[in-house]
Each structure stands twice: as C-alpha cells, then as structure tokens.
C-alpha cells in the first residue's frame, strides 16, 4: 500500500493538481484578506493592477511558452539547449519592448491613466516585469519537462510568501497598496534569484540561441501570442470594460468575486491541461495521431464528469463562497448599484460546465501544430465577448448579463474549436464520455488495490 501511495504521490496528474490547489489556497485566502482590508473603491484599484499586470504577462511570455513546452517535449541534449536559450532571449527582448511602452504611456498620459484607476499598473509593473522572468522562465521549462515538484516549491514559495505578508498586514498592520507591491516586489526577487542559482531559469544558456531556434519559436509563438492574449481576454475583458463604463471601480470589487470564485472550477482545469499538453505534443512530433486522440478523449470526459460535479456545488453554495471569499460587504444586492452578487456566481457555475471541451480543443489544436486554427477560435471568442460586454453594460447595465455573455461566447468557442480539431483528427464524441468512465473507473480499480484485504 505504501509503494502505491507513494507512486500516485509522484504521478505527474496529481503533482500538478496539488500545485495548482495550493497556489489557488493562497490565492483565495490573499483576495479574501485585501477585500477585507481596504474600501470597496481601493480593493478595485488592487484587482485593476493584478488583472492588468496578468494580461501583459500573457503577451510577453505567450510568444514563446506554448512553443517551448512543444519543441521541448521532443528535443534532443543540444538542440534543447538552443530552445532553452532562444526562450530567455525572446523573453528578455519582449520584458524591454513592453515596459519601455509603459513607461512612455504613463509620462505622456498621466492624468487619463490615474482617473481611470490604473496608476499602480503603469507604475509598478515595469519594474515587476524584470523581477519576475527568471521564475516565469524556469516554470516554463519545467512544464516541459514535467517536473511538477519543482513547480510546486517555486510556486508555492511566491504564493505562499506573499499570503504570508497578507495575513500578517491584517492581523497587525494596515500598509497601503503602494507598500504591499514592495513587498510583492521583494518576494518575487527572491524567488526568481532561487532559479537564477538553481540554473532552473536557463537564462544562463541566452548564448547559445541560434537564428533558427528563434525563427523556429517565433514561428509558432506568433499565433499563441494572440491566441493566449485573447484567452486572457475573456477573463479580463470584462473587468476592463466595466471599468471603463459609467459603473467604476467599486462594479470591479463586485464583480471580481464572482470572477475570482471561477478559479475554482479552473483548479484541476490547469492541472490536466498541464500534463496533458506535453503529452499530446510528444505523440504529434513523433507520429502518433492515435495517442493524441486518445489523451484528448481521456482528459476531455474525465474533465467534463469532474466538472458537473464542481458546477452543482458552486451553484448551491454560492452564497457561502460569496461570504468566505468577500465578506458580508458583499453579500445581498449593492444599495448603489443594485447588484447580487451571489446571482452572478450562479451564472458563472453554468459557465464552468463548458470549460473543459473548450480548453480542450484548444490545446489539441497547438499540439498537433495547428496554432492558426486556434488563433482563429478565440478570436471569434474575443469578439462575441467584447460585443456582449458592451452590450450588457453601457445599454442593459448589468453586470448579470456580462457573465451571461460568458456563457454565449465559450458556447461559440467549443463549437468552433471540436470543429476545427474534428477536421484534423476526425473525432467520434461519445469517446469522449465512455473514457471519461474509463478513467474514473481505473482510479477506483488502484484505490481498490491499495486497501488491506480482510483476514
């Protein structure tokens, strides 16, 4: 029984998962300390740097991140050093091209910038952006390699650090936002100067980057840059667009429950998707068509099973969520904006059901070096998003309805996506299901064998 525990322990599926379960742990826990620390207008300030910062990211590691897991996943000792340096290169080229912009933007338009709640953004995240590339970097490469334990310390090191700062500010102190980004700002150098002297980083190896491992990334990241700039999005999107409407900053706070709370159905969303792509990717360098059919059908049904359940609970505990994550200031309907939140929470599990075919496709489509079709589906995403944003808020005035167009634009999204990954592969659905029964059916047969048999 030992030697099966430890073997599932070790399994990459569940280093991932619980990785993922604790980096969200302290991520729940952190936002449901600052929206109980500052007003609702200085929380939306917060949630405005982090969702703005998170969507710059996207841009500046999305050129080169799906690519690097690919060509990673079957690259030999020298041509992987040359990925692994070419990654470094384009990461630290787009880390100076993207904060000089910023720079720039904040000097010429500084007043525009502060009204509309985005100062902390364009002051900090410069700065941010360097600290931050050498673990973002060495994250990417771990991935690759399906190295999850080491995943787990790094991220739990910066999640589970800066929580610390969170709890300790509550408890005993009252910083200001200015002062808790310092603090951000120290824990991410000590855990990116952690990689740097690991070597998990593989900045050192920028040197021997050639023209054609460049191209090569470029190649491919020209089409994940987008495609991972419109994922992020249809995340912030709406934070963005509401924050621009006549609803302001305290519209963001209440909103950002709701959206927070999503991440909980994402949590073993991320981990699957994390082992799965590597994999898919693998077999399609090496030929094998049918084990990629055959991860997606596997991780698909065990997704979409998982997430019927996780969508129920969301929907009937809605309230409770509400309350953990928020606090009783956000419970009931906004006396200003007559808003319930809890309402937007309930639309938003219905969303969750939808997720797992959606991502699925997607990373389906790059696997098999498709990333134009992907591209193409969630620019289609993107914009039935924008549209319905903008409807919902400057004409229905409701932020109901934007969580409603979430719902309308994944629809759209996995459509598109199986269509596309159908013309490829030339899928059967009901696979997708009977795996999904497979799969489950296989863990019940290890837990089985690890239980003592009766005398």
């Given at each position: 029984?030992?030697?099966?525990?430890?073997?599932?322990?070790?399994?990459?599926?569940?280093?991932?998962?619980?990785?993922?379960?604790?980096?969200?742990?302290?991520?729940?826990?952190?936002?449901?300390?600052?929206?109980?620390?500052?007003?609702?207008?200085?929380?939306?300030?917060?949630?405005?740097?982090?969702?703005?910062?998170?969507?710059?990211e996207m841009f500046r590691f999305g050129i080169t991140n799906t690519a690097i897991i690919r060509y990673l996943s079957?690259?030999?000792?020298?041509?992987?050093?040359?990925?692994?340096?070419?990654?470094?290169?384009?990461?630290?080229?787009?880390?100076?091209?993207?904060?000089?912009?910023?720079?720039?933007?904040?000097?010429?338009?500084?007043?525009?910038?502060?009204?509309?709640?985005?100062?902390?953004?364009?002051?900090?995240?410069?700065?941010?952006?360097?600290?931050?590339?050498?673990?973002?970097?060495?994250?990417?490469?771990?991935?690759?390699?399906?190295?999850?334990?080491?995943?787990?310390?790094?991220?739990?090191?910066?999640?589970?650090?800066?929580?610390?700062?969170?709890?300790?500010?509550?408890?005993?102190?009252?910083?200001?936002?200015?002062?808790?980004?310092?603090?951000?700002?120290?824990?991410?150098?000590?855990?990116?100067?952690?990689?740097?002297?690991?070597?998990?980083?593989?900045?050192?190896?920028?040197?021997?980057?050639?023209?054609?491992?460049?191209?090569?990334?470029?190649?491919?990241?020209?089409?994940?840059?987008?495609?991972?700039?419109?994922?992020?999005?249809?995340?912030?999107?709406?934070?963005?667009?509401?924050?621009?409407?006549?609803?302001?900053?305290?519209?963001?706070?209440?909103?950002?429950?709701?959206?927070?709370?999503?991440?909980?159905?994402?949590?073993?969303?991320?981990?699957?998707v994390a082992t799965a792509f590597p994999k898919m990717s693998r077999a399609s360098i090496q030929g094998r068509i049918?084990?990629?059919?055959?991860?997606?059908?596997?991780?698909?049904?065990?997704?979409?099973?998982?997430?019927?359940?996780?969508?129920?609970?969301?929907?009937?505990?809605?309230?409770?969520?509400?309350?953990?994550?928020?606090?009783?200031?956000?419970?009931?309907?906004?006396?200003?904006?007559?808003?319930?939140?809890?309402?937007?929470?309930?639309?938003?599990?219905?969303?969750?059901?939808?997720?797992?075919?959606?991502?699925?496709?997607?990373?389906?489509?790059?696997?098999?070096?498709?990333?134009?079709?992907?591209?193409?589906?969630?620019?289609?995403?993107?914009?039935?998003?924008?549209?319905?944003?903008?409807?919902?808020?400057?004409?229905?005035?409701?932020?109901?309805?934007?969580?409603?167009?979430?719902?309308?634009?994944?629809?759209?999204?996995?459509?598109?996506?199986?269509?596309?990954?159908?013309?490829?592969?030339?899928?059967?659905?009901?696979?997708?299901?009977?795996?999904?029964?497979?799969?489950?059916?296989?863990?019940?047969?290890?837990?089985?064998?690890?239980?003592?048999?009766?005398?």
């Amino acid at each position: 029984m030992k030697k099966a525990l430890k073997k599932i322990t070790r399994e990459a599926n569940f280093l991932s998962l619980t990785g993922n379960v604790a980096i969200a742990f302290f991520g729940f826990a952190g936002f449901a300390l600052m929206a109980r620390t500052f007003p609702v207008d200085v929380f939306g300030q917060w949630v405005l740097y982090i969702s703005s910062g998170t969507f710059i990211e996207m841009f500046r590691f999305g050129i080169t991140n799906t690519a690097i897991i690919r060509y990673l996943s079957g690259a030999e000792h020298e041509d992987r050093l040359k990925y692994v340096g070419s990654n470094g290169l384009i990461g630290l080229v787009a880390t100076i091209f993207i904060t000089l912009i910023l720079v720039i933007c904040h000097l010429v338009f500084p007043v525009p910038i502060k009204h509309a709640g985005y100062e902390l953004f364009f002051t900090w995240y410069p700065l941010l952006a360097f600290v931050n590339l050498p673990f973002n970097t060495a994250l990417v490469i771990m991935q690759a390699d399906l190295k999850f334990g080491k995943m787990l310390l790094v991220k739990s090191l910066i999640s589970g650090g800066f929580f610390f700062v969170l709890l300790v500010n509550y408890l005993f102190f009252k910083m200001t936002l200015v002062q808790l980004i310092w603090a951000q700002l120290l824990i991410t150098l000590i855990t990116s100067a952690l990689c740097m002297m690991k070597g998990w980083d593989g900045l050192r190896h920028i040197r021997k980057a050639t023209r054609q491992t460049n191209k090569t990334l470029l190649d491919f990241g020209k089409y994940t840059t987008f495609t991972l700039i419109g994922t992020n999005l249809l995340r912030s999107a709406d934070t963005l667009i509401i924050s621009l409407s006549p609803l302001g900053t305290a519209a963001v706070a209440l909103y950002s429950i709701p959206m927070k709370l999503t991440e909980i159905q994402q949590i073993p969303l991320r981990s699957f998707v994390a082992t799965a792509f590597p994999k898919m990717s693998r077999a399609s360098i090496q030929g094998r068509i049918e084990e990629v059919k055959s991860v997606f059908y596997t991780y698909s049904g065990a997704m979409t099973y998982l997430f019927i359940f996780i969508s129920l609970l969301t929907f009937v505990f809605a309230g409770f969520f509400v309350l953990l994550l928020g606090g009783r200031q956000y419970m009931g309907i906004d006396p200003v904006l007559g808003v319930n939140t809890v309402t937007i929470v309930r639309i938003f599990s219905l969303y969750g059901l939808l997720l797992p075919i959606d991502r699925m496709t997607g990373i389906g489509l790059d696997s098999i070096n498709k990333p134009a079709m992907n591209f193409i589906k969630v620019l289609i995403m993107v914009l039935a998003n924008v549209i319905g944003d903008c409807v919902a808020v400057f004409i229905f005035k409701s932020l109901p309805m934007v969580a409603v167009a979430s719902i309308v634009f994944t629809a759209i999204g996995v459509w598109v996506g199986y269509r596309f990954l159908d013309r490829e592969l030339h899928l059967q659905q009901r696979i997708v299901f009977t795996e999904g029964i497979r799969f489950y059916k296989e863990i019940y047969s290890k837990l089985k064998t690890m239980l003592p048999r009766p005398s």
